[in-house]
């Protein structure tokens, strides 16, 4: 990196990483680090996994708006990347401060909606507090799903006929604002998330198929993530971790599409290798035109 | 009835009601033989629920389709019906007899793709065969989702809202024969059916919200149910009855809509009051046009 582009990174300060669950804010940590930029962890109470000691870190609770402000601007960041599950809180858990609460009627309509309608809200608070909102795959493009497979199997035809039914199916969801993932097995959709997540969609079709409605198929189905067309400010990217290979395995699943350049993969080689041991596929997908 | 009609209906001979669980396949006998119109119930092992010793009945399985063309006609049936809730099986369930045997190449391409194709296949079979597949909605009209509410409350605007915007989505996923219903609450999907079928999926709700994954809405959100556009044989329209009323009262949702003219509600009294008990809404409304 030239002495200039340093510079100018140190100019907009350090970079705020609100961090909720598993251990995709520390991928995005460790890339914009490596990029030169200093970074200043915001761990969420009830939601962030625990961060080792070497990074600088300030727990935030939901609700505590005003003192987050404080915090960020004292450490001189002004701007901020959401990265990390989050279940989504219910409006009751806010528990809020001053600052808050005064945002409380904003909030309040934010919350009526799905997550995108949600999270372009929050991002819109931050706004209008002179933070600047950036996507993670700005500040670490690493993240970014690859076109082609990860690991060393790939999909084959049927289980590709899958995959474009997937994309198909979630492209025409998308101004719903519902889910990012679906599960297709020889044609036919066993699953589609809504507010229950991924997780809980994939440990569904394990019951399901323990209890016979599905049963074992001649071809294993695929696991379709792909990005809505409404999230234009990219706060919650479909992503892949080592976690989503194991449950794909339980679920009996033949492996996973991810939108290439939208989805994010943090540690794609672990991924590939745990890939390669359940006999799964990873593959980055180009989406349909209307998810590019 | 007229002499005239009763003499067309005893030589088309009795109807054979192909029987999956619940209380409407007993429904659709029922006003079939106020109609005056014999009645050969074929309840499926299983399946089916106990049918009283009133009612002429042949019990079969599942891959004995041989055995149920003897029967059925012995019995000098040439109409048949499905009706009743039905979890797919699964192809290794079938247990066929000699002539299932011969048509399994074909019964496995049906079992590639969803509910409908699935359907479609069946009834060709027995068209094949010399039977004529009927909807539960022509013998049985009376049993169809009337226009406007069952019971005494209504929608609220809010959810007059999030009704529109189920019957929207459900019309978007339509051509993907997915599944039949969805639920929405302060315009957020929360739920969509796919394999797991209406039941599981409205018992994810109650678990959701008991997890607070899902918290108590300002406006309870409501069940929509509305038929497939590829639906056009009818063999497996969305219904309701006495026990969804209890789910969605236990998912703490305000109340249910369904397409007018295609859903079926059997028991629409019971229903009603069961309803007004709850403090839910029942209603049925006019689908998209796509829908209709």
Same mark, same amino acid.
């Given at each position: 990196?030239?002495?200039?582009? *340093?510079?100018?990174?140190?100019?907009?300060?350090?970079?705020?990483?609100?961090?909720?669950?598993?251990?995709?804010?520390?991928?995005?940590?460790?890339?914009?680090?490596?990029?030169?930029?200093?970074?200043?962890?915001?761990?969420?109470?009830?939601?962030?996994?625990?961060?080792?000691?070497?990074?600088?870190?300030?727990? %935030?609770?939901?609700?505590?708006?005003?003192?987050?402000?404080?915090?960020?601007?004292?450490?001189?960041? +002004?701007?901020?990347?959401?990265?990390?599950?989050?279940?989504?809180?219910?409006?009751?858990?806010?528990?809020?401060?001053?600052?808050?609460?005064?945002?409380?009627?904003?909030?309040?309509?934010?919350?009526?909606?799905?997550?995108?309608?949600?999270?372009?809200?929050?991002?819109?608070?931050?706004?209008?507090?002179?933070? +600047?909102?950036?996507?993670?795959?700005?500040?670490?493009?690493?993240?970014?799903?690859?076109?082609?497979?990860?690991?060393?199997?790939?999909?084959?035809?049927?289980?590709?006929?899958?995959? *474009?039914?997937?994309?198909?199916?979630?492209?025409?969801?998308?101004?719903?604002?519902?889910?990012?993932?679906?599960?297709?097995?020889?044609?036919?959709?066993?699953?589609?998330?809504?507010?229950?997540?991924?997780? &809980?969609?994939?440990?569904?079709? *394990?019951?399901?198929?323990?209890?016979?409605?599905?049963?074992?198929?001649?071809?294993?189905?695929?696991?379709?993530?792909?990005?809505?067309?409404?999230?234009?400010?990219?706060?919650?990217?479909?992503?892949?971790?080592?976690?989503?290979?194991?449950?794909?395995?339980?679920?009996?699943?033949?492996?996973?599409?991810?939108?290439?350049?939208?989805?994010?993969?943090?540690?794609?080689? +672990?991924?590939?290798?745990? &890939?390669?041991?359940?006999?799964?596929? %990873?593959?980055?997908?180009?989406?349909?035109?209307?998810? +590019?």
């Amino acid at each position: 990196m030239s002495k200039d582009v *340093e510079s100018s990174l140190s100019d907009i300060g350090p970079l705020a990483v609100i961090c909720g669950g598993g251990n995709l804010p520390l991928a995005v940590a460790d890339a914009a680090e490596k990029g030169g930029r200093g970074v200043v962890l915001f761990p969420i109470r009830g939601w962030a996994d625990p961060i080792p000691a070497g990074y600088r870190q300030h727990w %935030v609770s939901f609700g505590n708006f005003g003192s987050f402000c404080r915090v960020a601007r004292a450490e001189g960041c +002004r701007d901020v990347v959401f990265i990390g599950s989050l279940v989504r809180p219910g409006i009751l858990q806010l528990r809020p401060d001053l600052k808050t609460l005064r945002l409380l009627p904003k909030i309040w309509r934010m919350f009526r909606g799905g997550d995108d309608h949600l999270l372009r809200g929050v991002a819109s608070i931050f706004e209008e507090h002179g933070f +600047r909102v950036v996507g993670a795959h700005e500040v670490a493009p690493e993240i970014l799903m690859p076109e082609g497979p990860i690991g060393t199997l790939r999909p084959n035809s049927s289980q590709q006929a899958d995959i *474009e039914k997937g994309l198909a199916l979630l492209d025409a969801i998308s101004p719903f604002d519902v889910g990012q993932a679906a599960v297709v097995e020889n044609g036919r959709v066993l699953a589609m998330e809504a507010a229950e997540g991924t997780d &809980a969609m994939l440990r569904r079709i *394990e019951q399901l198929r323990r209890n016979g409605h599905i049963e074992r198929a001649a071809v294993r189905g695929v696991l379709v993530k792909a990005v809505k067309r409404t999230q234009n400010l990219r706060l919650d990217l479909p992503s892949i971790g080592p976690q989503t290979i194991e449950m794909v395995a339980r679920a009996r699943l033949g492996g996973i599409a991810a939108t290439a350049g939208s989805a994010i993969i943090a540690q794609s080689e +672990r991924i590939g290798m745990a &890939a390669d041991r359940e006999k799964l596929f %990873v593959i980055g997908v180009r989406a349909t035109s209307a998810q +590019r």
